[in-house]
Every structure is written in C-alpha cells, then in structure tokens.
Nanobody, 127 residues
Framework: QVELVESGGGLVQAGDSLRLSCAASGRTFSSYHMGWFRQAPGKEREFVAAISWSGGNTYYADSVTSRFIISRDNAKNTVYLQMNSLKPEDTAIYYC????????????????????WGQGTQVTVSS
C-alpha cells in the first residue's frame, strides 16, 4: 500500500514557475514508477510526466516538454514536478500516481495502469 499526498499548487501568473511535490508513505516507494497527470474542468485526465523507479528514465507529454521537469528523491520518498513558463492552459488539478508495471517504458502514459493516486493539488495560471 502506498499513500500519496501532493502539495505545492497555487495561483500564479503566466510565465511563472511552480514546483509540485508528491510525498509517499511506505518503505517500498523506490520500487514504484511515478507519474503526474492533470485534469482541467470539463476535460479528461491527461498524462503530464513520468519517471522510472530509479529516476533513470523520464517521459513527458508534448505539451510540457522543455517546460516541466520530473524528478524523484527516493531517500525522501518524494517525486517532484518543476513547472516553468506556465501557461493558462496548464490550469488543472495535478495528480501524482504510482505503478509497478514491467512494461513502463511502453505504458507510462496510461492512467488506468497506475495503482495508487493522490488527492490532487490545484494549479491555476492567470493570463
């Protein structure tokens, strides 16, 4: 069992930066691949970024590549999402999630394959 708690969301202006954190409970955090997803009002949940259990592989949605950076600190049981050059279209609730799939490199973007989810943190970007 893994419990995930996101933090770091808020209201910012376009062009600003935010860093989201996702703290995990449990001693097996380092064995989970981690992902960030987001859901805007009236839209489906979408993939944002993912990182393998070791941190050696990262993946990004085209819409955030070169602006967002995902990282993790297994000693602190925490995964981060550094968001730079924020745009109004980044406004959403951001969720972190965990999975242990053997084919992570091929399915990191599939929300249904993630076992555990946090409650989400709101990010609002004003223009």
């Amino acid at each position: 069992q893994v419990e995930l708690v996101e933090s770091g969301g808020g209201l910012v202006q376009a062009g600003d930066s935010l860093r989201l954190s996702c703290a995990a409970s449990g001693r097996t955090f380092s064995s989970y691949h981690m992902g960030w997803f987001r859901q805007a009002p009236g839209k489906e949940r979408e993939f944002v970024a993912a990182i393998s259990w070791s941190g050696g592989n990262t993946y990004y949605a085209d819409s955030v590549t070169s602006r967002f950076i995902i990282s993790r600190d297994n000693a602190k049981n925490t995964v981060y999402l550094q968001m730079n050059s924020l745009k109004p279209e980044d406004t959403a609730i951001y969720y972190c999630a965990a999975q242990k799939g053997a084919y992570f490199s091929g399915n990191y973007y599939v929300a249904s394959l993630y076992y555990y989810w946090g409650q989400g943190t709101q990010v609002t970007v004003s223009s």
